[in-house]
């Protein structure tokens, strides 16, 4: 039995990386079921992220496998995100929210909205970000960067 009957976190999803694997492995270590909501294509545009992002489809995609790896896909749901919020401030049955030090403040955003909604409170499950080798966060952008790999290994330059 796990802590959580639902828990929900959110997020692009794009190259799928050792701090996006650390979030789902969170959730689906505290929750027996969990939404996973990907930001649509109409809503990465409106993010002006520094890189480009590949196809809602392709995202998911990666995520499916990685599921699949762990045994965990029969309990997850995706969701597609045209809004920072999707469920989590309308699902009265959604227990805790998984976020990054980065998202951290989505979490208060999200537990203040429900709050004024009349909805059950949230716990809010914050993971520290997952470091590469030079001690600094594993990230997108970092990584098309070719600075590190999805694992977090530097990468030298010659």
Known sequence: MKLYNKACLGGTFELLHKGHKK?????????????????????????????????????????????????????????????????????????????????????????RIREKKGLPPISIIMVKMVLAEDGKPITTTRILKGEITRDGKVIKKR
């Not at 998911?60 to 965990?72: C, M, P, S, T």
């Not at 309308?90 to 998984?98: G, K, M, Q, T």
Request: no cysteine.
């Open 23 to 111: 979030l789902l492995d969170v959730a689906f270590y505290v929750a027996d079921k969990v939404i996973i909501g990907v930001t649509s294509d109409e809503f990465v545009k409106k993010l002006n992220k520094k890189h480009r992002i590949r196809s809602y489809d392709v995202r998911v995609g990666n995520i499916l496998e990685y599921l699949k790896e762990r045994g965990a896909v029969h309990r997850a749901t995706i969701v597609k995100l045209n809004n920072p919020y999707g469920p989590s401030i309308e699902d009265p049955e959604i227990e805790a929210i998984v976020v990054s030090e980065e998202t951290l403040h989505r979490a208060f955003d999200i537990y």
